[in-house]
C-alpha cells in the first residue's frame, strides 16, 4: 500500500520568497501525481498534475517528480497571503489517491 | 468541469444517532468516492463504488456503511455514531480510465 510523508508540517514564508514543500512515498510504480492546496478546511483545489520525472510548471506553482528518489515537491514563486493554506500531495495507484498529511503554509504579508 | 454536490454541509449528531450523507454527481462519472479527512492523517478512503449497486471497501471502513442508488448517487450512512467519526467527509467522482478525480464541498459532522 501507498504510503506518503509530506514535509515540513508547517512552513512561514514572506510574500513574494520562494516556498518549497516535499513529499515521499513508498512506491515508485506510481507515475501519476497531484498537488492539491485546501483553504480552511474547505474543498480541494488541483494546482499541479505531474505524470513523469522532471518538472513540471502550472503558473507559479512548479513541481519536481523523481521516482527513484521516491520524491515529488512542489515551489511557489512569489507566494501571496491568498496562498495560506494546508498542501497536499496525492500519488495515483491506478484508480485510487493516496494523501499525505500536509504542509501548512502560512504566508506573511 | 465535474459537479459533485454534497449534503448536508454540516451536521451535528449525539453518540448512537443515525446519520446519512448524501453525495451527487452530475457528469455521469463511473466511480464515486467517499474519505473522511482529520488532523494528522491527510483524507482516508472509507468506501468506493464503480456503478449503480456496487460497493468496495476502502482504507478505513469500520463504522461505516455505503450505498450507491444510481449513477449520480452515493450515500455514506452511520448507523451508531461515535465521537471518533467526527471529521470532515469529502466525496469524489471520476470516470472509467481518466483518473482525475472531482471532489465536493465536504460535509463536517461533529458526533457528540
Known amino acids: 500500500q501507498q504510503k506518503v510523508q509530506q514535509s515540513p508540517e508547517s512552513l512561514t514564508v514572506s510574500e513574494g520568497a520562494m516556498a518549497s514543500l516535499n513529499c515521499t512515498f513508498s512506491d515508485g510504480t506510481s507515475n501519476n501525481f497531484r498537488w492539491y492546496r485546501q483553504h480552511s478546511a474547505k474543498g480541494l483545489e488541483v494546482l499541479v498534475s505531474i505524470f513523469s520525472d522532471g518538472e513540471k510548471e502550472e503558473g507559479r506553482f512548479t513541481a519536481h517528480l523523481n521516482r527513484a528518489n521516491l520524491h515529488v515537491s512542489l515551489h511557489i514563486r512569489e507566494p501571496q497571503p491568498s496562498d495560506s493554506a494546508v498542501y497536499l500531495c496525492a500519488p495515483y495507484m491506478g484508480y485510487k489517491l493516496t494523501f499525505g498529511t500536509g504542509t501548512s503554509l502560512l504566508v506573511d504579508p | 468541469e465535474a459537479a459533485v454536490t454534497q449534503s448536508p454541509r454540516n451536521k451535528v449528531t449525539v453518540t448512537g444517532g443515525n446519520v446519512t450523507l448524501s453525495c451527487r454527481q452530475t457528469?455521469?462519472?463511473?466511480?464515486m468516492y467517499w474519505y473522511r479527512q482529520d488532523t494528522g492523517h491527510g483524507l482516508r478512503l472509507i468506501h468506493y463504488?464503480?456503478?449503480?449497486?456496487?460497493?468496495q471497501i476502502g482504507d478505513v471502513p469500520d463504522g461505516y456503511k455505503a450505498t450507491r442508488t444510481t449513477q449520480e448517487d452515493f450515500f455514506l450512512l452511520l448507523e451508531l455514531a461515535s465521537p471518533s467519526q467526527t471529521s470532515l467527509y469529502f466525496c469524489a467522482s471520476s470516470d472509467w480510465g481518466v483518473y482525475e478525480q472531482y471532489f465536493g464541498p465536504g460535509t463536517r459532522l461533529t458526533v457528540l
Open positions: 463504488s464503480y456503478g449503480a449497486g456496487n460497493l
Open positions: 457528469n455521469s462519472h463511473n466511480y
